[in-house]
């Protein structure tokens, strides 16, 4: 994968092909055991899924395999989706916050701070 010329590694090449987990990382401890599980960097498998995850933690949030993301889409309920988007929202939610704790308030009303 290259992006204007530049080879993109690894890390690189994951944040290029979603996005959307720029936002989902901010909203803490959760996101951690997938980037745990990204960390192994066991391929997916051709035939039946191996793989066994990080000692500590086992398969949870490992990458489902292309096989079980067809199921999911298909024939499961949406509820992972909707999960997704609340997971989005609560990531850039706390970015926000972030930025205002170290920022302050955006707009300052500078006459009410002098006239105290």
């Known amino acids: 994968m290259s992006l204007a010329g530049v080879s993109l590694g690894s890390v690189p090449k ?56 067809n199921t999911l889409q298909r024939a499961d309920d949406k509820r992972w989706d909707l999960g997704w988007v609340y997971t989005l929202i609560a990531g850039v939610l706390n970015l926000l916050v972030i930025y205002d704790a170290l920022a302050g308030p955006a707009i300052r009303d500078e006459e009410a701070t002098g006239a105290a």
């Not at 997916?44 to 395999?65: F, H």
């Open 14 to 69: 994951a944040l290029y092909y979603r996005p959307q987990f720029m936002g989902q990382f901010w909203m803490g401890i959760a996101a951690w055991p997938a980037v745990a599980q990204y960390a192994v960097g066991e391929p997916l498998p051709q035939g039946p899924d191996t793989r066994t995850g990080v000692p500590l933690i086992g398969r949870y949030m490992i990458t489902p395999t292309d096989n079980e993301l």
